[in-house]
């Protein structure tokens, strides 16, 4: 049967791109082949997508370079095994990188709290960083709040030094950023900082012109992004 390439321009998903290539191939009676993550996949009229789909999610797995366009209804025993053997290594490796990754986070962390030893957050607003902490006991909020302490602390700690807010903020923020924060839970701290912290304000007029609006009123969200068109 006569092969050809799916018509069509970008498609988010598997499951589309199956869907799409299917309908191309019962019209035009042919096969329809596409790359889809590395993985060649065949389509025609006939071909049973459910089980193609299944055969997609096991080919990284197993080093199928290529599925369809008829899968088989049931795998072999054989097949099943690998399948399984596969499934059991590739749970080890993301065990092992887990524990890689976790420890290097903890030996980052530790390395970070003798950094700050001993230094406590200067607050001008006891209340309402109170407030804040009490209102973020979830992971994500918790994050934001242990993040702006820490970035303060190391900030106070250069500050004390002879170091300006502005020359050590930036890199700061990296230092203190021991567990992976997001743009939103950047913004966030600089938020909780301003109102709160000692030299909030200093921090919150410098995060507003990096982010290149320093008359701007209140703190400049970095995980908003504007998309400017030519005419």
């Known amino acids: 049967m ?15 791109s199956i869907s799409t290539a299917k309908t191309q191939a019962a019209i035009n009676g042919t096969e329809v082949e596409f790359d889809f993550n590395g993985i060649n996949v065949i389509v025609s009229a006939d071909t049973n997508t ?31 095994m690998e399948i399984d053997s596969a499934k059991e290594q590739q749970r080890k490796k993301e065990e092992d990188r887990f524990a890689a990754y976790k420890k290097e986070q903890d030996a980052k962390q530790e390395a970070f709290n003798k950094e700050v030893e001993g230094i406590t957050i200067e607050l001008k607003d006891e209340e309402i960083w109170k407030d804040f902490v009490d209102k973020n006991q979830d992971p994500y909020g918790k994050g934001c709040v242990v993040f702006a302490e820490n970035w303060a602390k190391l900030m106070q700690k250069h500050m004390s030094e002879g170091i300006s807010l502005q020359n050590c903020a930036s890199a700061d923020s990296h230092l203190a950023d021991t567990d992976g924060i997001t743009g939103f839970m950047y913004g966030a701290a600089v938020h909780m900082l301003a109102l709160c912290w000692k030299h909030g304000e200093e921090l919150r007029k410098w995060h507003n012109k990096d982010y290149g609006q320093p008359d701007a009123e209140g703190t400049i969200n970095p995980a908003v992004i504007t998309v400017a068109i030519k005419d």
Do not use: C
């Open 50 to 80: 459910s089980l193609l789909l299944r055969d997609y999610f096991n080919a990284h797995l197993m080093g199928w370079n290529e599925i369809g366009p008829n899968p088989l209804t049931e795998y072999s025993d054989d097949v099943l």
């Open 2 to 16: 006569k092969r050809e390439k799916l018509n069509s321009g970008w498609i988010n998903t598997i499951q589309e």
